[in-house]
Protein backbone atom coordinates (compact mmCIF):
# COMPACT_ATOMS: atom_id res chain seq x y z
CA UNK A 1 0.00 0.00 0.00
CA UNK A 2 1.49 3.44 -0.92
CA UNK A 3 2.01 5.64 1.57
CA UNK A 4 3.28 9.71 1.68
CA UNK A 5 4.17 11.56 4.74
CA UNK A 6 4.71 15.26 4.36
CA UNK A 7 6.36 16.96 6.90
CA UNK A 8 8.37 20.29 7.16
CA UNK A 9 5.95 22.69 7.11
CA UNK A 10 5.66 25.59 9.74
CA UNK A 11 4.97 29.08 11.22
CA UNK A 12 7.38 31.92 9.08
CA UNK A 13 7.91 35.51 8.18
CA UNK A 14 7.55 37.37 4.75
CA UNK A 15 10.91 36.51 2.62
CA UNK A 16 11.56 33.40 4.39
CA UNK A 17 12.49 30.28 3.02
CA UNK A 18 11.00 26.90 4.01
CA UNK A 19 11.78 23.48 2.88
CA UNK A 20 8.85 20.13 2.81
CA UNK A 21 9.67 16.95 2.18
CA UNK A 22 7.28 13.72 1.44
CA UNK A 23 8.60 10.14 2.26
CA UNK A 24 6.92 8.08 0.01
CA UNK A 25 6.52 4.04 0.86
CA UNK A 26 5.13 0.58 -0.40
CA UNK A 27 6.11 0.49 -4.10
CA UNK A 28 9.22 1.13 -6.52
CA UNK A 29 9.39 5.01 -6.45
CA UNK A 30 10.70 5.90 -9.68
CA UNK A 31 7.84 4.40 -11.23
CA UNK A 32 5.38 7.48 -10.01
CA UNK A 33 5.68 10.98 -10.74
CA UNK A 34 4.73 13.66 -8.23
CA UNK A 35 3.15 16.51 -7.19
CA UNK A 36 2.38 19.42 -4.44
CA UNK A 37 -0.95 21.25 -4.03
CA UNK A 38 -1.78 23.55 -1.46
CA UNK A 39 -5.22 24.25 0.06
CA UNK A 40 -6.73 27.00 2.12
CA UNK A 41 -10.14 27.07 3.98
CA UNK A 42 -12.93 27.43 1.86
CA UNK A 43 -11.26 27.06 -1.10
CA UNK A 44 -10.67 24.32 -3.97
CA UNK A 45 -6.87 22.61 -3.85
CA UNK A 46 -4.26 24.41 -5.53
CA UNK A 47 -1.33 22.80 -7.85
CA UNK A 48 1.76 23.90 -7.15
CA UNK A 49 4.41 22.21 -8.79
CA UNK A 50 4.80 19.07 -10.33
CA UNK A 51 8.15 16.78 -11.32
CA UNK A 52 8.00 13.96 -13.58
CA UNK A 53 9.44 10.46 -13.11
CA UNK A 54 12.81 11.19 -14.60
CA UNK A 55 13.12 14.22 -12.29
CA UNK A 56 14.35 16.29 -15.90
CA UNK A 57 10.90 17.93 -15.99
CA UNK A 58 9.05 20.08 -13.67
CA UNK A 59 5.83 22.55 -13.77
CA UNK A 60 5.01 24.87 -11.50
CA UNK A 61 2.17 27.39 -10.98
CA UNK A 62 2.85 31.09 -11.75
CA UNK A 63 2.73 32.33 -9.16
CA UNK A 64 5.50 30.71 -7.39
CA UNK A 65 7.59 30.66 -10.58
CA UNK A 66 10.95 31.68 -9.92
CA UNK A 67 10.67 31.15 -5.78
CA UNK A 68 9.86 26.98 -5.29
CA UNK A 69 11.45 24.21 -7.01
CA UNK A 70 10.33 20.63 -6.63
CA UNK A 71 12.97 18.10 -6.85
CA UNK A 72 13.30 14.22 -6.50
CA UNK A 73 15.78 11.94 -4.50
CA UNK A 74 15.04 8.50 -5.71
CA UNK A 75 17.86 6.78 -2.94
CA UNK A 76 16.24 8.41 -0.42
CA UNK A 77 12.08 7.76 -1.91
CA UNK A 78 11.61 11.14 -1.52
CA UNK A 79 9.70 14.93 -2.92
CA UNK A 80 10.82 18.08 -1.90
CA UNK A 81 9.41 21.70 -1.93
CA UNK A 82 12.06 24.48 -1.49
CA UNK A 83 10.16 27.87 -0.82
CA UNK A 84 11.42 30.60 -1.23
CA UNK A 85 10.91 34.51 -0.54
CA UNK A 86 7.34 33.25 0.95
CA UNK A 87 4.73 35.71 0.68
CA UNK A 88 1.51 35.53 3.05
CA UNK A 89 -0.67 34.29 0.33
CA UNK A 90 1.80 31.05 -0.10
CA UNK A 91 -0.03 30.57 3.71
CA UNK A 92 -2.05 27.02 2.89
CA UNK A 93 -1.72 23.55 4.01
CA UNK A 94 0.77 21.29 1.33
CA UNK A 95 0.03 18.25 0.05
CA UNK A 96 2.01 16.29 -1.72
CA UNK A 97 0.65 13.37 -4.36
CA UNK A 98 1.96 10.54 -6.23
CA UNK A 99 0.85 8.53 -9.39
CA UNK A 100 2.55 5.68 -11.09
CA UNK A 101 3.07 6.22 -15.01
CA UNK A 102 4.79 4.43 -17.71
CA UNK A 103 5.57 8.21 -19.04
CA UNK A 104 9.18 9.67 -17.70
CA UNK A 105 9.06 13.19 -18.88
CA UNK A 106 5.47 14.15 -18.19
CA UNK A 107 4.18 15.77 -15.45
CA UNK A 108 0.28 15.66 -14.22
CA UNK A 109 -1.26 19.16 -13.37
CA UNK A 110 -4.61 18.22 -12.13
CA UNK A 111 -6.16 16.37 -8.57
CA UNK A 112 -7.56 13.76 -10.68
CA UNK A 113 -4.39 12.37 -12.06
CA UNK A 114 -3.43 11.54 -8.68
CA UNK A 115 -4.06 8.85 -7.42
CA UNK A 116 -2.22 8.94 -3.93
CA UNK A 117 -2.11 11.87 -1.43
CA UNK A 118 -0.06 12.53 2.24
CA UNK A 119 -1.81 13.94 4.55
CA UNK A 120 -0.45 17.56 4.42
CA UNK A 121 1.77 19.83 6.15
CA UNK A 122 0.79 23.61 7.04
CA UNK A 123 2.66 26.49 5.76
CA UNK A 124 1.86 29.77 7.62
CA UNK A 125 3.53 32.96 6.78
CA UNK A 126 3.11 36.45 8.64
CA UNK A 127 3.53 39.34 7.11
Known amino acids: QVHLEAFGGGWVQAGDSLSLSCVFS????????LGWFRQVPGKGREFVAAISRSGLSTKYTTSVEGRFTISRDDAKNKVDLLMNSLKPEDTARYYC????????????????????WGQGTQVTVSS
Open 26 to 33: GDAFSKYG
Open 97 to 116: AATPTIYTTTYRLLQSDYDY
